[in-house]
C-alpha cells in the first residue's frame, strides 16, 4: 500500500501528518476544515502552503462535513437489554450521548440493533440542529450497506432504519465511513465505552 501524507490546510492544526489519526485530531469537528491526502510529501506541502494552482478548484469541489459522530453499540445477555454510544464532535464541542433499549423486536440483531440506534440518533442531532452535513463512523459494514442498498433490509428494524436515513437525507448529507471495531481508535473506543456504560456492564 501506497505511503499516504495528510495535509490540512484548515484545521485546529495545520500542515502535513503521516497517520490519518493525526489529520483527524486537527479536522473532526473543525467548522471549515479543508484536508486531502497525497502519496508526496512535496505534494502535500503545496497543498498546505497553496502553491498548487488547482488547489482553489479542488478545494471548492470536496465537500467536508459539519459534525462528525462516532457510534457503537453494546448488549447485555442476561437482560436482552442493548444500547448505544456516541461521541459527536460540532464546531468546537465534543458531545457524548448513550442510552439503553429494554428487550424489544430489535434485541436478536445484539449490539448491531444499539448501532443502528446510534447511527439514527446522530442524524436525528443533525435534524434537530440544522446540521447539514455529517460523516458518521461506525464498525459493523451494515450500517452503511442497508443504507447504500448493497444489503436489502428484511428486519422490521433494519427496515425502520433504511425508511428514517431516506427521511433523513432530504436534509443531512450523510457520509458513512468505517472504522475497524478494538483497533484503538480512541473515538470508537470511547463510542463501545458509553455503550457499555448504558447497559451498566463496566
Not at 1 to 12: E, P, Q
Amino acid at each position: 500500500m501506497a505511503k499516504k501524507y495528510y495535509a490540512v490546510r484548515k484545521g485546529r492544526n495545520t500542515g502535513v501528518f503521516e497517520t490519518w489519526d493525526e489529520c483527524k485530531q486537527s479536522v473532526s469537528g473543525f467548522s471549515g476544515a479543508a484536508y486531502k491526502s497525497f502519496t508526496t510529501r512535496e505534494e502535500a506541502s503545496a497543498f498546505v502552503n497553496g502553491t498548487n494552482s488547482e488547489n482553489d478548484k479542488e478545494e471548492q469541489d470536496e465537500k467536508q462535513s459539519e459534525a462528525f459522530a462516532y457510534v457503537d453499540g453494546s448488549y447485555d445477555d442476561t437482560t436482552k437489554s442493548y444500547s448505544y454510544g456516541m461521541v459527536m464532535m460540532h464546531k468546537d464541542d465534543e458531545l457524548y450521548f448513550s442510552k439503553k433499549f429494554d428487550r424489544d423486536d430489535m434485541s436478536d440483531m445484539r449490539n448491531v440493533a444499539g448501532e443502528i440506534q446510534g447511527s439514527m440518533a446522530a442524524m436525528q442531532y443533525c435534524l434537530d440542529h440544522d446540521i447539514k452535513s455529517i460523516s458518521i463512523f461506525y464498525d459493523y459494514e451494515g450500517i452503511e450497506k442497508w443504507c447504500n442498498g448493497d444489503w436489502k433490509a428484511k428486519k422490521p428494524g433494519t427496515m425502520h432504519y433504511v425508511e428514517f436515513y431516506k427521511n433523513a437525507s432530504k436534509y443531512v448529507d450523510v457520509d458513512f465511513i468505517k472504522v475497524k471495531g478494538h483497533s484503538g481508535d480512541k473515538y470508537n473506543d470511547m463510542a463501545d465505552e458509553l455503550a457499555k456504560k448504558a447497559l451498566g456492564l463496566i
